[in-house]
């Protein structure tokens, strides 16, 4: 079994891995994307580099901390890990499709969690080297600079980034709320990875983000990141982030969003 390490010390490890990581996913592309297969849908789709680089991290994790599991969104959970045994929690590439096409929006996501609880995170833009990082109660860093969000106080003002499911029934009802919500906002944006909508609502590029569908590894390190650097990071109606709706937004802008979010029935539809 791994020794336990510290939030500090784990995060050492992310941001290595994770850097590593980067580096493959960066250098598969050209590739990767004469390799493509299907999830759940044509637009879903999935490289080959998405397998190889969560393999890579999965190989360096296990090497080093023997005694750890990791969750993946290619392969599942490695191991059933034991009480206070530290889970690592992986999007290989987030923002596929952007990797794809070629646009600089994606990422590796990397997070350290123990007894359910996420104590240690990084994200990389693996297209610009851009790197986000927090520990629990140790703050939000880019650039060795701390992570407030924004100062943004009203919803009027408020740019707002979301995401869209695959399946075309969801992407219909999740149509349906951005046109109702356009008006009453500043402008909304959609970048296609939610780790790094995450970052840039931490360090107030976006004023809040929100999205319906979200699986754990889309958000454990990025929602660490967010709420150390001071937001809310939650669900609607008191309940926790997670697949039936993410919100994040500074405690000035959250309730507004919040409301507004539950009156146009955000988190509802397939």
Known sequence: MSAISTPDELLAVAIRVAREAAATARQMRAEAIGDVQTKSTDTDVVTAADK?????????????????????????DSVTV????????LD?????????????????SLA????????????????TG????????????RAGRRLTGSSRRTLDQTLVGTGFGYDARRRAHQG?????????????????????????????????YFEKGLNLWDHAAGGLIA?????????????????????????AIFPALHDVLVELDAAGGP
């Open 112 to 127: 350290a969690e123990r007894d359910g609880v996420v104590v240690a995170g990084v994200v990389v833009n693996a297209a």
């Open 52 to 76: 190889a680089v969560e393999r890579q991290v999965v190989d360096a994790l296990l090497t080093e901390r023997p005694g750890d599991g990791v969750l993946g969104e290619e392969y599942g």
């Open 130 to 141: 851009d790197e986000w990082t927090a520990t629990l109660g140790g703050g939000a860093w």
């Open 82 to 89: 034991d009480p206070g045994a530290v889970r690592w929690i």
């Open 227 to 251: 709420s150390e650097a001071g937001l809310t990071v939650s669900g609607l109606a008191g309940a926790p982030a997670g697949r039936s709706m993410l919100v994040a937004a500074p405690p």
């Open 176 to 208: 349906a709320v951005l046109a109702r919500l356009i008006t009453r906002v500043r402008d909304i944006r959609r970048l296609g990875a939610a780790a790094l909508d995450l970052c840039l609502v931490a360090e107030g590029t976006l004023d809040a």
């Open 92 to 108: 290989p590439i987030d923002g596929t499709v952007n990797y794809l096409y070629g646009l600089p929006q994606y990422a590796v």
